[in-house]
């Protein structure tokens, strides 16, 4: 049954009218109920001011922190299904400085706070916690307080992943901190994916972010409040399974977490699920027009509900998808009477939603590349740098630096000496992180690091070792299922031998790229 916030308006309305003025003193609990209830349906049916006025009215009278802080929690997670994160973080700061939790607030302040804060927990998970047995055994919190605002510090770190990383980055230790002094929450696990995503995608520590993972796993098997474990099976499917295992083996997993998600009602977390099952199919090998098939139901679904953010992390996918099988009026354009790049943009900036963005600028990318306009696509990943520790940890990230290293393939005869010594070194950490990721899982991403790694031979002349390595990449494709990666090895060799004025070659190569592009 579909639940009408309208319908639920028009009588909690009418218990409303029928309070008198002192219900706050002589009838409190029904008060307390009735505010609530009716504040958050307003909210949902977009009556925002008088929703305010409700969760003002509330804290005013609340008699206990517990019921302020319930009170915060439901008006910030009424802002995340809207997408406003910005307003769901100044919520939820408020509410922790009930209990002297505060967060630094200037970008100087956050950037040291949270470099300490990692270089400690570095520190403590390498000696007196290494064990991770006895991480996982440690007792279980029952103090309904401490487990009510490490719930709520979930929230707050989803708030800041989208608005400030290095932000996140404190409130997701600040729940291993809780973990570490109070014992096993639901929320211990989300607080150690956070740092298994720092550890592993950020910085780069393959052994000890995997190490970190199994953790989280373990911690994610014991967790029992459906909403949160949901949360926790995103950030599995999201920041991490992809880094273990053939990205087409994790489908039925995100599509499972979906099913959670929606019957916990979590409309932010049935975004991104969809959002990364559109992305990842996109990557997972398939023909582009079986991709639009397989999501069509989801990405409507988010269509029907009004999901803005769900909206802001799909529509660049859609439209890159659309373009690149010709669904667009303008060949290379992705723009359509459904979506106009500038007014998008303005939109998603408007939100302050830094993971929108990052998506944006990583979904074109690969537009530049494949329509041949390698500068505007060197300007535009300059541009798109800005964003790009938004996406850490999804499997994104690994396509937004595949695209940018081939465009400087593609476009490094033309720069100039400057431009050249400029993006060796922006190549140099593109390889580097392909390393990192090839490491973990070698058959997601040894087609694309050859193809890499082909490209630098490119760069120092040695054009038979570069070739060499195209046909490694164009056999690992083939081998590991990604068709479209085979295309680009192909398409990749065609131009090189072409170079050295190998006609013949050059077109047997583009032949097959031709034939692997249809």
């Not at 993972?213 to 949901?230: A, C, M, N, V, Y």
């Not at 099952?277 to 269509?303: F, M, Q």
């Not at 998506?359 to 990318?365: D, I, P």
């Not at 398409?491 to 013949?504: F, H, I």
């Amino acid at each position: 049954m579909l639940f009408r916030s309208d319908v639920a308006v028009k009588y909690l309305s009418n218990a409303y009218a029928l309070l008198n003025s002192n219900s706050w003193e002589s009838n409190y609990k029904h008060t307390f109920s009735v505010y609530s209830e009716l504040g958050e349906c307003e909210y949902l049916n977009g009556n925002n001011d008088k929703a305010e006025y409700l969760f003002e009215q509330i804290l005013k009278y609340a008699r206990t922190n517990f019921e302020k802080l319930r009170t915060y929690y439901t008006h910030s997670s009424l802002c995340h299904k809207v997408g406003n994160a910005s307003k769901a973080m100044e919520l939820g700061k408020s509410a922790m400085k009930l209990y002297n939790i505060k967060f630094p607030e200037k970008p100087i302040a956050i950037k040291l706070t949270a470099g300490w804060e990692i270089m400690k927990n570095l520190f403590l998970f390498s000696t007196v916690y290494r064990d991770i047995d006895r991480l996982n055994n440690l007792k279980e919190c029952k103090d309904p307080e401490i487990i009510a605002i490490n719930q709520y510090l979930i929230d707050i770190a989803t708030s800041a992943y989208h608005l400030n990383q290095e932000l996140m980055v404190i409130v997701v230790l600040r729940i291993i901190k809780f973990y570490l002094k109070h014992g096993f929450t639901d929320a211990s696990g989300w607080g150690l994916s956070g740092f298994s995503v720092i550890v592993y995608s950020a910085l780069g520590l393959s052994n000890r972010g995997l190490k970190l993972w199994d953790l989280t796993i373990r911690l994610h098997q014991k967790t029992h409040t459906p909403l949160i474990k949901s949360k926790l099976g995103y950030t599995v499917n999201a920041f991490h399974s992809h880094w273990k295992k053939h990205i087409n083996e994790n489908f039925d997993d995100n599509l499972q977490n979906i099913q959670e998600c929606l019957a916990n009602g979590d409309q932010s977390f049935i975004a991104y699920g969809i959002c990364d099952y559109l992305w990842n199919k996109s990557a997972c090998g398939i023909p582009l027009r079986e991709v639009e098939e397989v999501t069509k139901e989801h990405i409507d679904y988010l269509k029907r509900s009004k999901n803005e953010i769900g909206y802001y992390f799909t529509a660049p996918k859609v439209q890159v998808n659309k373009c690149l099988v010709g669904n667009t009026p303008k060949s290379g354009d992705w723009n359509d009477d459904g979506f106009y790049e500038p007014d998008f943009k303005k939109m998603v900036r408007e939100t302050g939603n830094l993971t929108a963005l990052a998506r944006f600028y990583s979904a074109k990318l690969s537009l530049f590349y494949y329509f041949g306009n390698y500068k505007e696509g060197l300007v535009w990943a300059e541009e798109g740098e800005n964003f790009t520790e938004n996406l850490l940890g999804f499997h994104t990230v690994t396509d937004w630096y595949f695209h940018y290293g081939l465009i400087i393939i593609s476009s490094f005869d033309t720069l100039r000496k400057g431009e050249k010594s400029k993006y060796k070194k922006i190549y140099g950490k593109i390889l580097k992180w392909f390393r990192h990721w090839n490491k973990g899982c070698t058959v997601n991403f040894e087609q694309q690091y050859n193809m890499l790694l082909a490209g630098k031979k490119y760069i120092e002349g040695e054009f038979t070792e570069a070739l060499k390595l195209y046909e490694l990449a164009i056999q690992l494709s083939s081998k590991n299922g990604f068709i479209q990666y085979e295309a680009i090895a192909n398409y990749q060799a065609s131009v090189l031998v072409g170079s050295q004025g190998l006609e013949r070659q050059s077109i047997h190569y583009l032949k097959d790229a031709w034939t692997l592009y249809q």
